[in-house]
């Protein structure tokens, strides 16, 4: 270290500005004529608010923010034609739906509530939802195809109770609005091929709704396998995993097999051990198979093996309390969403149609 000049980067110094106009430079000029000047309406203020006001369940740096904003924003204006030109209004509620899910992302029920408190009196006044009800929540509304607001609700199908046998209970979702919300922010990041990562407290359903989501999939196309981390999970297992997942394509690139694409998913990803010097070594291996799309062979030392088509999912529990964080550097492969509990209206409709479900005439005639 003496023979070399250091120079350190802190996080303060690349603001969330420099990231956006990366972005926006990918963008058509109506795009950018548009979210520029929302952005610098609204952006800093509510993020300086959430930093220093707000209590986040997950420390998340500023340039995490904005990525995850603008991946939102991708996601939702490329959705079906990625050359479609939308109307300014439409845009605009697009943009405020993505600021929602990535400056309130990692925040609670409360938390949320003063979020949306500073949002309304904020002197930007922008097409926000007009919440009907005293108990509504923006974070309850989402952008309609014809772009105008429209509540979660409408899109909550119902769910049918099987008649003729009795399903096991972890495996049941009753569609309501939180996982149907949940499921439309995983499937508008992973459609794009990139990660994201469920926090929540015990019985939020992260391993459920991820699971779900999985089950959705074409096999012809994707494949899904799921593993979960423990404290003794080491990063020679989760290589070895990897590869027996994979196959040889063409010299050392690999991929699953048949040319299909996969999915893993793992669960309690936060659990590896964190050694004497601060570091969680099992998860540096996951970050560089997500950052650099490969590792190096264990058998053939220094050789690097690609590993291609292959996206990654996580869940863990919010970290604190003696419950370990993941790595910064992992962090930010991840777009992160907070799973709260059900509201009260939620978890009567789950309970209710679970039990008109199973104790129905038919089954006890």
Not at 108 to 121: C, G, H, Q
């Amino acid at each position: 270290v003496s023979r070399m000049g250091m120079v350190f980067m802190s996080a303060s110094v690349l603001t969330w500005q420099p990231i956006l106009d990366g972005w926006l430079r990918l963008r058509t000029q109506h795009e950018t004529d548009i979210l520029r000047p929302l952005f610098f309406k609204i952006y800093d203020d509510l993020h300086t608010f959430v930093q220093t006001k707000l209590v986040a369940k997950m420390k998340v740096l500023e340039a995490l923010y904005i990525r995850q904003c603008t991946d939102l924003l991708k996601g939702l204006i490329d959705e079906g034609d990625e050359h479609r030109t939308l109307p300014e209004a439409h845009l605009e509620r697009l943009f405020l739906f993505s600021v929602m899910w990535s400056l309130g992302s990692v925040l609670e029920l409360d938390n949320r509530s003063k979020m949306e408190a500073f949002i309304l009196e904020h002197p930007s006044k922008l097409k926000w939802p007009k919440l009907k009800d005293e108990g509504e929540s923006m974070f309850e509304y989402v952008v309609g195809d014809n772009g105008d607001w429209q509540h979660w609700s409408e899109r909550v199908e119902e769910y049918i109770y099987p008649p003729d046998y009795v399903p096991d209970y972890s495996s049941i979702l009753v569609p309501n609005v939180d996982n149907v919300r949940t499921a439309f922010l995983i499937d508008t990041i992973a459609k794009q091929s990139k990660a994201v990562l469920l926090i929540g407290e015990q019985g939020t359903a992260k391993t459920v709704m991820i699971k779900s989501y999985m089950a959705s999939y074409d096999p012809e196309i994707q494949l899904s396998k799921s593993l979960n981390f423990s404290s003794a999970t080491t990063p020679n297992m989760f290589q070895r995993i990897i590869e027996s997942y994979v196959e040889k394509r063409v010299g050392s690139t690999y991929g699953p097999p048949n040319n299909r694409r996969m999915t893993v998913f793992i669960d309690d990803i936060n659990m590896p051990v964190v050694n004497e010097w601060g570091d969680q070594v099992t998860n540096e291996i996951v970050r560089q198979l997500m950052e650099m799309v490969g590792f190096y062979s264990l058998d053939k030392p220094g050789e690097f093996l690609t590993i291609k088509d292959i996206q990654l999912m996580g869940a863990m529990i919010h970290p604190g309390g003696g419950r370990n964080d993941i790595p910064p550097r992992l962090k930010r492969q991840f777009c992160i969403f907070n799973c709260t509990l059900p509201s009260d209206k939620s978890m009567d409709k789950i309970f209710s149609v679970i039990g008109e479900g199973y104790f129905c005439l038919t089954r006890f005639r």
